[in-house]
């Protein structure tokens, strides 16, 4: 308190004397979430009149001065903190709209990825690849982008980060400012390191997280600093070897600390030393202990104030809503994928209207991709329209490893295992192997070349097999135990709608195998159903607007499939051409923020004459992992129901009660029949069954409980499900 009362006299008196106008120079700590107190700081700033003639900063330091040097109010900036999920922006999670279709259908399964280096299986540099930070900052500072100089800006800037080969502290000032940024807030084992002129740099404070000493090199006035480091740990806190592994990155951190204080003429340092680097949940605590702090200080920022007279001219920034022509569009720094492969993720093509925040959002889709590690772009003026440059940073990162953990009543117990390899035989191409062990071992094999706007193609491997016991229309047997192979090889065509539709065509090699010892043959072996070969074509259209695989919202989603049996190894003798055709159709919307109603419709048709009871569609239990003709219906064994035919429509009412946690009520009605849509009556003989379940959303993916039963047989099950589907 004496300091702020000296201080409070003595500006006055000292710039009094010189007659000058003084230079005031604000510097922001790093500190991670607790970084948010600067932002209460610059309201009180604000509020008292004071003009801030320069900004540095390190980290969340950097963060929130480089938004406020290039133009943002501290109310604003306020705001985007309070809206933003910062959990979710640092774990690189991308809104499910942005993701490629190919990983809306084969991803979204896996609980650990792990890169691979030279053969070898590694860990990776940081939790997450720091895409989405740099995405989010680009859209905030678009309408500074084309500013390359950061002293140009309407607060001359700069930030602070380090040297990971040499610890050096490295001062940005120029060049892209949300690079810097990213850059100078790269926390170790948090966030990928990045580089910028053949540096790779990490989180500032490793070097100088609280830059005083830099800012008075510059000669300003008077230095504000506000101060949201943490201090050393005390012995009795050191409690693990995380502990130790931070207290070691400290001492360099905190070496000079006190000299730097002693630089600062006004030294700000909030009350928040119970919170922590990721406290983001605590925001609004946060800010009000840097309100608290920055209210002791009033009288010196009003002091300042008044000695600032000649204010500056406000700064002419971009309105980045207005649309402009993109006429041209430059690419720099692929190799290993096509201009048209990303052009076609960012869905832009010369002569399109865009604005800055529209850009932005597209160069989110093609960081979903997860084929960069970084993505920056600058517009330049043209005699007619703008320029659009994309300065890209493929991932060296070509082969990775995810695991994956599962158990239901049908496949039972099963790890996955999948390698992701890129760039195998050509560019835009991957391969992903599926391999699951466990009680019930089978794989998945894709390999896609992503052409982008132009037509793609693929190829695809499945092995299948699962036994289960099953309702018998044999004479004197109720259930029969099924075992039930399926090896299946397709090749097709298609191409993709602004990452909601897929459309295609492709021939598939399908060799079916089902049997049961239930039944015997007169030499005692197992009777056979079906042990054919069989060679199709088909055709498929998706769509998939949901905004979460399991727990989706909002949205719709529509799968429609044509298929048509060419030819057969015919093991019955009693093979003739048919066709199949299934759908499934379904809608989500939220009410009342946290109860979803979700409908789901779907069918299933055969045409043509097929004396095979392999190819019924078979209705029953409860699985999102079923394959071919089986169908989910609660209230009823797996294929109870069974014929050629049938409709089905599913009422799910989900309530999320507390954070990921929900309560389910289900309702399903279907018609199985030889043909359902014979006769007048389309509701006759339709069978219904319904459930109540909870589950819960993990890290391992979704677990539920759900208790069924059916009014038609009084027959009552349990469902339990671990882990992502797969």
């Known amino acids: 308190m004496k300091r702020i009362l000296c201080l409070t006299l003595f500006f006055p008196l000292m710039f009094f004397a010189q007659k000058k106008q003084p230079t005031v120079g604000l510097v922001l700590s790093g500190g991670g979430a607790k970084g948010f107190a600067h932002i209460s700081v610059l309201k009180e700033i604000e509020k008292s009149g004071v003009q801030i003639d320069y900004v540095a900063g390190t980290s969340m330091g950097a963060i929130v001065g480089g938004l406020y040097a290039s133009g943002y109010s501290a109310t604003e900036i306020e705001t985007i903190i309070k809206k933003t999920d910062f959990f979710k922006l640092v774990q690189d999670v991308n809104p499910r709209k942005a993701k490629p279709f190919f990983e809306k259908e084969h991803g ?189 200080f009033t009288s010196v920022f009003d002091s ?71 993505i920056d772009y600058t517009i330049s003026n043209l005699k007619e329209g703008k320029k659009l440059i994309l300065n890209i940073k493929e991932s060296p990162q070509k082969s990775i490893v995810r695991l994956g953990v599962h158990y239901d009543l049908v496949y039972k117990t099963g790890v996955l295992i999948n390698y992701n390899q890129k760039k195998i035989l050509s560019k835009n191409d991957a391969l992903s192997l599926d391999l699951i062990v466990g009680d019930k071992p089978r794989y998945n094999l894709h390999y896609f070349v992503d052409n982008g706007f132009y037509y793609s193609y693929g190829f695809s491997s499945r092995y299948n097999a699962f036994s289960a016991g099953v309702k018998s229309n044999s004479p004197g047997v109720n259930e029969i135990d099924l075992s039930y192979v399926d090896f299946t090889n397709r090749a097709y065509v298609q191409t993709t709608f602004d990452r909601k539709f897929a459309l295609g065509i492709g021939v598939e090699h399908q060799k079916l195998s089902s049997k049961t010892k239930t039944i015997s043959t007169p030499t005692n072996e197992p009777y056979v159903f079906d042990n054919s070969n069989y060679v199709n074509s088909y055709g498929f259209l998706k769509l998939d607007t949901y905004d979460d695989k399991y727990y989706p919202t909002k949205g719709i989603y529509f799968d429609g499939r044509f298929k048509w049996y060419m030819w057969s190894s015919n093991f019955n003798n009693d093979f003739v051409q048919f066709s199949q055709i299934k759908g499934k159709i379904g809608f989500a919307k939220t009410f009342f923020n946290n109860l979803t109603v979700q409908y789901t419709s779907e069918a299933g048709f055969t045409l043509g004459e097929v004396k095979s009871k392999a190819f019924d569609f078979l ?32 009422f799910h009412f989900r309530y999320n009660f507390y954070k990921k ?41 979704p677990i539920d409980v759900k208790y069924s039963w059916s009014p038609d047989t009084n027959k009552k099950y349990w469902y339990f499900n671990l882990g992502f589907w797969f």
């Open 661 to 701: 946690q929900y309560l389910h009520v289900l309702a399903n009605f279907a018609r199985v029949d030889s043909s359902v849509l014979n006769g007048i009556d389309l509701f006759n003989n339709t069978k219904s069954g319904y459930a109540l379940g909870y589950s819960i959303n993990t890290l391992i993916g």
């Open 108 to 296: 979204e399964k896996h609980i650990l990825v792990l890169p691979i280096n030279k053969g070898k299986v590694g860990l990776p540099q940081g939790v997450s690849k720091g895409q989405n930070v740099l995405v989010f900052l680009t859209e905030l500072l678009s309408r500074v982008d084309y500013i390359q100089d950061f002293s140009k800006l309407p607060i001359p800037f700069f930030c602070i980060a380090t040297d990971v080969e040499t610890g050096k502290q490295i001062k940005l000032t120029k060049g892209s400012l949300p690079l810097a940024l990213r850059a100078s807030g790269s926390f170790p084992t948090l966030l990928d390191p990045i580089e910028i002129d053949s540096k790779l740099l990490i989180d500032g404070g490793v070097a100088n997280n609280f830059p005083v000493d830099e800012m008075r090199r510059l000669g300003v006035d008077i230095i504000i600093g506000v101060d949201v480091q943490s201090k050393l740990y005390k012995k009795e806190n050191i409690k693990s070897a995380l502990d130790v592994l931070n207290q070691i990155s400290s001492y360099k951190m905190y070496e000079n600390n006190a000299e730097k204080i002693g630089l600062a003429d006004v030294y700000i340092q909030p009350d928040i030393k119970e919170y922590t680097v990721v406290s983001f949940d605590k925001s609004k605590e946060i800010l009000k202990r840097g309100e608290v702090a920055a209210k002791q």
């Open 619 to 650: 209705l029953g239990g409860y699985n999102e992992n079923f394959i071919n003709n089986f169908v989910s219906f609660y209230g009823y064994d797996i294929s109870e129901l069974s014929e050629q035919t049938f409709l089905k429509s599913t």
């Open 304 to 374: 300042i104030a008044k000695l600032q007279v000649t204010k500056r001219k406000p700064f002419d920034l971009k309105n980045s809503d207005v649309q402009f022509s993109v006429n041209e569009i430059e690419i720099h720094g692929i190799q290993d994928y096509t201009r048209a492969y990303i052009l076609g993720k960012l869905k832009i093509k010369v002569n399109d209207k865009l604005n800055y925040k529209e850009i932005a959002t597209k160069i989110g889709f093609l960081s979903a991709t997860e084929n960069f590690t970084i």
